[in-house]
């Protein structure tokens, strides 16, 4: 499944529905909602793919994770994003995300607890360090605190990815609001 | 599974291109909300959960200051061990 779908949250939400005896078209829909934020992320990525072939841009399109995401929006706005960048992050995740997998899979009895020696923070580490340059604008730091405090609610609160989708979506729109 | 997960990333990528000046606002402003979603559906408001916060806050300073995201990353992973190692 690691190799075929790449999609964390979708993955491990399909292992406990799957568990739990879920119809295979349960599985299916799940996934699409809680990757709907991909179409968020594709939408913003767009412009600097644009001159890519559609064969690069698809391809490119299969490794798009929140991490994969995150560091190609960076170099984007440094001016060293684009396809090229897109398909090396998430070829470089997929390998590492695979290998992990398997890994974990051989040695997880070996293993401590993640959270005893920090491992579960690299997650919020990773998309704190590139929020904060993009916290310099005023009308940004708005926009962070209104979906920070949006997904400590709705996160919880909503399942599958929705809650995600939605607090992304409120602090946009508190975005637009306060930009007009 | 991994055609439905597929064609949420191709829809965005492929999208129409976007001119309309609110709709590009709204999609200058996927990062910064995402961004700060994902981090806050990481912590708890948990009484004892400061510290997480805390090291959380510290990767982001880091990176505020000019610090590349290894390095915030690292930052904070080794805040966190060295904050648990002297609290035991």
């Given at each position: 499944?690691?190799?075929?779908?790449?999609?964390?949250?979708?993955?491990?939400?399909?292992?406990?529905?799957?568990?739990?005896?879920?119809?295979?078209?349960?599985?299916?829909?799940?996934?699409?909602?809680i990757?709907?934020?991909?179409?968020?992320?594709?939408?913003?990525?767009?412009?600097?793919?644009?001159?890519?072939?559609?064969?690069?841009?698809?391809?490119?399109?299969?490794?798009?994770?929140?991490?994969?995401?995150?560091?190609?929006?960076?170099?984007?706005?440094?001016?060293?994003?684009?396809?090229?960048?897109?398909?090396?992050?998430?070829?470089?995740?997929?390998?590492?995300?695979?290998?992990?997998?398997?890994?974990?899979?051989?040695?997880?009895?070996?293993?401590?607890?993640?959270?005893?020696?920090?491992?579960?923070?690299?997650?919020?580490?990773?998309?704190?360090?590139?929020?904060?340059?993009?916290?310099?604008?005023?009308?940004?730091?708005?926009?962070?605190?209104?979906?920070?405090?949006a997904g400590m609610i709705a996160v919880p609160a909503l399942p599958g990815g929705l809650g995600f989708l939605a607090a992304t979506?409120v602090?946009?729109?508190?975005?637009?609001?306060?930009?007009? | 599974?991994?055609?439905?997960?597929?064609?949420?990333?191709?829809?965005?990528?492929?999208?129409?291109?976007?001119?309309?000046?609110?709709?590009?606002?709204?999609?200058?402003?996927?990062?910064?909300?995402?961004?700060?979603v994902?981090?806050s559906a990481?912590?708890?408001?948990?009484?004892?959960?400061?510290?997480?916060?805390?090291?959380?806050?510290?990767?982001?300073?880091?990176?505020?200051?000019?610090?590349?995201?290894?390095?915030?990353?690292?930052?904070?992973?080794?805040?966190?061990?060295?904050?648990?190692?002297?609290?035991?």
């Open positions: 499944m690691s190799l075929l779908v790449y999609a964390g949250g979708a993955q491990f939400t399909a292992v406990r529905l799957a568990g739990q005896g879920a119809a295979a078209g349960l599985l299916v829909v799940t996934a699409a909602l990757n709907l934020r991909h179409v968020l992320y594709g939408l913003s990525l767009a412009p600097h793919l644009r001159t890519a072939r559609p064969v690069l841009r698809a391809a490119a399109a299969f490794f798009l994770v929140d991490e994969s995401y995150g560091l190609t929006q960076r170099a984007s706005v440094e001016g060293r994003g684009g396809p090229a960048y897109l398909l090396g992050a998430g070829t470089a995740l997929y390998l590492a995300w695979n290998l992990g997998t398997e890994l974990g899979i051989a040695f997880s009895a070996l293993l401590p607890d993640p959270r005893v020696i920090g491992l579960d923070l690299v997650f919020p580490l990773t998309f704190a360090a590139l929020l904060a340059p993009l916290l310099r604008q005023t009308a940004n730091r708005q926009v962070a605190a209104v979906a920070f405090a979506l602090g946009m729109l508190w975005g637009l609001r306060t930009h007009d | 599974m991994a055609a439905a997960t597929f064609l949420t990333r191709l829809i965005g990528v492929s999208g129409v291109p976007i001119h309309r000046a609110w709709a590009l606002r709204v999609i200058a402003l996927v990062p910064v909300a995402a961004f700060a994902l981090v990481s912590l708890e408001l948990r009484p004892n959960a400061w510290f997480r916060w805390a090291v959380v806050g510290l990767g982001g300073w880091l990176s505020w200051r000019g610090a590349p995201t290894w390095a915030a990353i690292g930052g904070g992973l080794a805040a966190y061990l060295i904050g648990t190692a002297l609290v035991r």
